[in-house]
């Protein structure tokens, strides 16, 4: 198994649908994030959870949902998204902060490609 | 307001020559400092991380930090056509526990 495993790795969905991205990393790491990407920015953090407890949560829409049931998974759940979510949405893991061994380094999924009709 | 800045590109430059990256920071707080390779329709991966001022040589690729100056930079010397790729900086501040990135530089190594 590679480190941090996305799916599906493209998504079309209407603004009425609700799908789930969901995330998988290999790591034994104890920190996860979602990130969104977008065209000609930078790399918008959305969620991180650390040991399955939610740390951040950068402003984002409540048509956005996370879940993180365990330090392995993590999901992101769309409900009545609009056009301008349309982004590469990112997973990626890391050791926790607390850990004495967190370098600040991420190790990022493939990836999601979503597009909102 | 924590900002990664870098000039979006796109930067070009010959078979061989030394493409220079560059990004600066905001934060003085800013601790740790990497610098991403994102290829076209793929996720980013680390290439090099510095935490210290100075330079740090990997392979072809130097990081160099400047802390007074808040600058940090990525030298790719004798440049290939597989470095054509979006550079990506980023910084880390403990405290906030994440990491803040940059828009990305993109590279094209003409053959």
């Known amino acids: 198994e590679t480190g941090v495993t996305q799916t599906p790795r493209h998504l079309v969905m209407g603004m009425t649908n609700k799908k789930s991205l969901k995330c998988e990393q290999h790591l034994g790491h104890n920190a996860m994030y979602w990130y969104k990407q977008s065209a000609k920015k930078p790399l918008e953090l959305m969620f991180v959870y650390n040991f399955k407890e939610q740390t951040e949560n950068n402003s984002v829409p409540s048509r956005f949902s996370p879940e993180c049931p365990n330090s392995s998974h993590l999901f992101l759940h769309l409900h009545t998204l609009q056009p301008e979510d349309s982004a590469l949405y990112l997973c990626?893991?890391?050791?926790?902060?607390?850990?004495?061994?967190?370098?600040?380094?991420?190790?990022f999924g493939e990836g999601s490609r979503l597009t909102v009709l | 307001q924590k900002e990664v800045e870098q000039n979006s590109g796109p930067l070009s430059v010959p078979e061989g020559a030394i493409a220079s990256l560059n990004c600066t920071y905001s934060d003085r707080g800013s601790q740790s400092f990497f610098w991403y390779r994102q290829y076209s329709g793929k996720s980013p991966e680390l290439i090099m991380s510095i935490y210290s001022n100075g330079d740090k040589e990997d392979g072809r690729f130097t990081a160099q930090l400047n802390k007074a100056s808040q600058y940090v930079s990525l030298l790719i010397r004798d440049s290939q056509p597989s470095d054509s790729a979006t550079y990506l900086c980023a910084a880390s501040i403990w405290s906030a526990r994440q990491l803040t990135f940059g828009s990305g530089t993109q590279l094209t190594v003409l053959p």
């Open positions: 990626a893991s890391s050791h926790s902060w607390d850990s004495g061994v967190n370098t600040g380094e991420l190790f």
